[in-house]
């Protein structure tokens, strides 16, 4: 079998084939190489025809002939390659961080004694989780890269892979005798913490376990919420600014070994106490960019430019390239990520920067080969989320930068197919970023979907939940208003929703509801209690005769101890608020 017909198999295990895969394989076939017969939905390989590969459309992979067992074993390799390790040693981490790093993370590590002192101190504590946090580019991830200069040496340390898509295999497979510390790196990111969560708890592990979540400050409410774990068991360490000093000595040494004292001041004075600016302002410094009149967002404007510029000098060729690779990373920093079996997602790619197929392809392999992309099968997304940051605020909502219009260039087009990532991108680019520009086109859409609860049954309910879950967190007043709609509004029929391999499946009312209570969860931190408060208290008590209604009412009913729980460095004014209210409900 040709190196090249290996390549397309492994695709053809999504069952999907692109038009250059499908002109390959006849190819192939013309040539003796392969056998295809194709139905609706599978794809048949073999040698001849009665020796053949099935592909099904539902993943069921088939082997018939001779050659059945070799095939089948060949087949599985690509899907154990396929199936990503969750638990990474520290050296595969360290591999796969520098790889992708804006700067490297070689350099000097100072600055941080305070902090690893800190850390020391919780590890040999009774902490389970241990939570740093702060703005993006402070060195977090070098924290972690130092963790095992510190660690007890009867530790055993891991880092998870942040896009895997199990934890309970590889956590399985842990010793009961042996102590763990794991950790998540941009945990915001890290979409299967609850199942971290179950290793904590789990009473072979308990005990065992210790879990370091890296984190922007503004999720670190979020991440002990989700932990739902007593407040003595969790402990947050914020990483600051480093001094002008820390700098400076950073600046001196490899990999940028800047001797010139005014340029060592000079991008001490742009970095402000961030290490990452410090590293890429070094960087163009050493490409002789004049670091006269630049900024903290200069700098990252600059190495994406000149990064850009190198790719497209290599590919004279293709016209319109510079631009190309521009547009393509803006989408990429409005969506949060890109699945290339996403036909119609694609399809929206193409038209909008008017690129085909085979232009995306060497585009992404550009871009991944410079580090500016990572790329998990299929899954595309930009490496640095401080770079996705800049993108998204440089290029889409800072007047004096704006290259375009997020209207036209992401939401019209894309909100149909990617709502929650919309919105949850808007949300924390208000956030991050201060921009109110961001907020303002975010509160717009939430009031177009809540108008349209007038107009929409049970399905449309459901699913707006589902989409504002994230959201509910950054901007809980607009959310509130979405579930005073739902919650005191009309009771809807139930409606049926046809999925693909599950068959037909009803949303009721009390779907809608139980729902709501989870998005009500996600309010409580940012100046919204009292509200949620009510909300919690209304649905707690909803329909009390119903025996449909049990379950919405007892999850409020929790979510409400939850609240009123005593928890160490919880502010004892929930307690007040929640006694106040109680006053009013035994009133009525």
Not at 58 to 80: L, S
Not at 370 to 375: C, N, P, S, T
Request: charged letters at 25%; aromatic letters at 6%.
């Amino acid at each position: 079998m040709s190196d090249e017909l290996e390549a397309i198999i492994k695709r053809v295990i999504g069952a999907k084939l692109s038009e250059a895969d499908i002109q390959s394989l006849i190819s192939d076939i013309q040539l003796g190489n392969a056998t295809l017969a194709t139905g609706e939905r599978s794809i048949a390989l073999g040698g001849d025809a009665s020796d053949a590969i099935i592909v099904t459309g539902n993943r069921n992979v088939v082997v018939k002939g001779a050659n059945a067992e070799a095939i089948q074993r060949a087949f599985q390799e690509v899907e154990d390659a396929r199936r990503l390790r969750t638990l990474l040693t520290h050296n595969e981490f360290a591999d796969r961080v520098e790889a992708v790093a804006l700067t490297s993370h070689q350099g000097c590590f100072v600055g941080r004694e305070v902090i690893r002192q800190e850390l020391q101190s919780c590890l040999a504590g009774t902490s389970s989780t241990i939570i740093l946090h702060g703005s993006g580019g402070l060195g977090k991830t070098r924290l972690l890269l130092a963790l095992p200069d510190i660690i007890p040496k009867e530790r055993s340390l891991w880092y998870i892979r942040n896009e895997a898509e199990s934890v309970e295999p590889d956590i399985a497979s842990l010793s009961r005798d042996t102590q763990y510390i794991i950790v998540v790196d941009d945990a915001h990111r890290f979409s299967l913490l609850y199942q971290l969560r179950e290793v904590i708890v789990n009473t072979e592990l308990a005990g065992k376990v210790t879990l370091i979540l890296a984190t922007r400050s503004i999720f670190k409410d979020s991440l002990i919420y989700q932990l739902g774990l007593p407040g003595d068991r969790i402990e947050t360490i914020e990483v600051k600014p480093l001094e002008n000093q820390d700098i400076d000595q950073i600046l001196q040494n490899s990999p940028h070994s800047i001797t010139d004292q005014d340029t060592r001041h000079a991008i001490v004075r742009i970095a402000e106490g961030n290490p990452l600016i410090a590293g890429i302002a070094a960087r163009l410094h050493q490409r002789g960019i004049a670091l006269i009149n630049l900024t903290r967002d200069r700098v990252l404007t600059s190495h994406l430019d000149e990064i850009l510029k190198d790719l497209s000098e290599a590919e004279k060729e293709a016209p319109n390239s510079y631009q190309n690779y521009i547009r393509y990373l803006q989408i990429l920093a409005a969506l949060g990520a890109i699945n290339l079996d996403e036909q119609e997602l694609q399809a929206k790619i193409h038209e909008l920067i008017g690129i085909s197929y085979i232009d995306e392809e060497r585009i992404v392999s550009r871009l991944v080969e410079a580090d500016l992309v990572e790329r998990y099968w299929k899954t595309l997304k930009i490496a640095s989320e401080v770079l996705a940051d800049h993108i998204l605020v440089q290029h889409f909502f800072d007047p004096k930068t704006k290259q375009a219009d997020y209207q036209k260039q992401i939401i019209e087009p894309f909100f149909s197919l990617k709502p929650r990532e919309i919105m949850t991108n808007l949300a924390e680019a208000e956030v991050k970023g201060e921009l109110p520009q961001a907020g303002l086109l975010l509160g717009q859409k939430l009031y177009e979907l809540r108008q349209a609860l007038n107009r929409e049954g049970n399905i449309f309910r459901f699913n707006l939940l589902h989409c504002i879950q994230d959201v509910a967190y950054l901007k809980p007043d607009d959310i509130l208003l979405i579930v005073d709609s739902i919650v005191n509004g009309a009771e809807l029929p139930p409606e049926s929703i046809q999925y693909r391999f599950l068959g037909s499946y009803e949303i009721g009312h009390e779907m809608v509801l139980s729902k709501a209570v989870e998005v009500l969860e996600s309010t409580i931190y940012r100046g919204r209690l009292q509200d949620s408060i009510k909300y919690f208290h209304e649905l707690a008590l909803y329909q009390t005769e119903n025996n449909k209604y049990s379950q919405v009412r007892e999850k409020s009913k929790k979510a409400l101890v939850e609240i009123a729980e005593f928890k160490l460095r919880k502010p004892y004014d929930v307690q007040l608020l929640l006694l106040d209210r109680i006053s009013d409900w035994l009133e009525k």
